[in-house]
């Protein structure tokens, strides 16, 4: 028998010993009032060995144990943070320090008692009631602050959270910040919707879906790559401020940036352009460095990135040319791009693997320019053939009007003016269908109920969209995208019979 076995055998044990004594050890409810770092807040002026007046109530998990006979201290960790108790026997009575005597680390109980500053300095809450909330038959990790196998604090974010402080206080910024931008569009006027997650035809990226059957109507169906066709079918409709923070599902590569399901803002503005949207950015995310990371910076690798606006523009024609010496002015088709490439001998670049001209610029810029963008940086007027959903630009047809605000090497926002010209778009979305039957697995599929929308008429419109896991990642010095994802999708362990 392993030594956590033989651990989960005593818990076991104890467990019944308490039934058998009339004790419940997971009752429906406890009235908690307080909270440790509220109780730590309110009585830090404490002088040592002095008390607050009143009792107090709070409730949590057992951290620490230090059992010393007759008196014995502990921590208690809630959502909020930890605090120290000290109970005596001869303060609480024998039955109730009996039931002390048995908890182990990792339950959770009530507490009710007093406040008061330790010799050593400590807010400690003395204890003169105790209720056993919910008995813990696993034992915690050996060391309750170093779990430390990123596998393991993936799969089992729960123990994760209790051991690991950071990892709560985290999540509590990522939470801050969705609620920043909430808060931001709110006041801005616009409207949150929701989206189909489950839809008859993917669309609104160039991305591999998922799909599944729907028994009840007999039909293949997708989960949602994007919610972009459907926010501007609701600009068709009227409403002409939407934006929505939604889950994306994409069945593609599962790295340090990439899991299969992740979270994104995208918001649509009628009558504004891509303009609008870049002074906007300059606003928003300043806002959320300052909530995430606490100043208008932060440090990775060494380098300090400075989100302080306004940020650096460069159109993506002149940034290509001056990281290749490729003029795509010059390379417009899919062939002389790929001659190009060969001759200048660029490496990276898998000029077998792009089976068209947008595909072939996006392995170009993603493989050898985008990483060179290190401060943030305003990446506009990409070519047309890399957005089928995009407007060409007034003078140069050949280009959109776009931009991309990338940091340190990694695209964070995308936004462009909308393509409503039903015509264009439609022979555009043909062509990606054309690309999609000769098996490009990443192009869009025809659709038609689209096209009647833009054919009903939408307004000109600029749309948005932030990726929220790859900026906390960013904010927070993240080097994996499941540091920043609650649960983050995990290959499936074998199971034990």
Known sequence: MSTEDMLIKQRLEKLELFREQGINPYPHFYKKKDTTSALKERYS??????????????????????????????????????????????????????????????????????????????????????????????????????????????????????????????????????????????????????????QPTYGGASAKPF???????????????????YLKRLIVGGFERVYTICKNFRNEDIDTTHNPEFTMLEFYYAYENYKTLMNMTEQLIPKLVHIIAGTDHVVLGGETINFKPPFKKIKFRDFILEQTGIDIDKTKGFESLKQAILEKNIPHVNVSEATHYGALMDELYKRVCRPKLIQPTFLTHYPVEMIALAKRNEKDPTKINSFQLLVNGAELVKAYDELNDPLDQKSRLEEQQALLTKGDREAMPFDQDFITALEVGMPPTAGYGLGVDRLIMLLTASESIKEVILFPFMKQEEQQP
Not at 211 to 228: C, D, G, Q, R, Y
């Open 45 to 198: 002026y404490l002088e040592k060995e002095a008390k607050a007046e009143g009792t107090f109530s709070i409730a949590g998990r057992i951290l620490t144990l230090r059992k010393m006979g007759k008196a014995s201290f502990g921590n208690i960790q809630d959502q909020t943070g930890t605090m120290q108790f000290y109970i005596r026997e001869d303060e609480v009575g024998n039955e109730l320090y009996s039931l002390f005597d048995k908890l182990d680390l990792g339950d959770i109980i009530g507490i009710k008692g007093n406040i008061f500053r330790t010799k050593t300095g400590e807010i400690t809450i003395r204890i003169n009631k105790l209720q056993l909330l919910s008995k813990s038959l696993r034992p915690l990790p050996e060391k309750w602050h170093g779990l430390t196998n990123t596998e393991a604090r993936y799969r089992q974010r729960y123990i994760d959270l209790i051991v690991n402080p950071g990892v709560k206080e985290l999540f509590v910024k990522r939470t801050k910040a969705i609620q920043t931008i909430r808060q931001f569009l709110d006041k801005k006027g616009f409207l949150e919707v929701e989206t189909p997650l489950l």
């Open 211 to 229: 799909k599944t059957h729907l028994n009840a109507l007999n039909m293949e169906v997708f989960l949602s790559i994007s919610p972009e066709l």
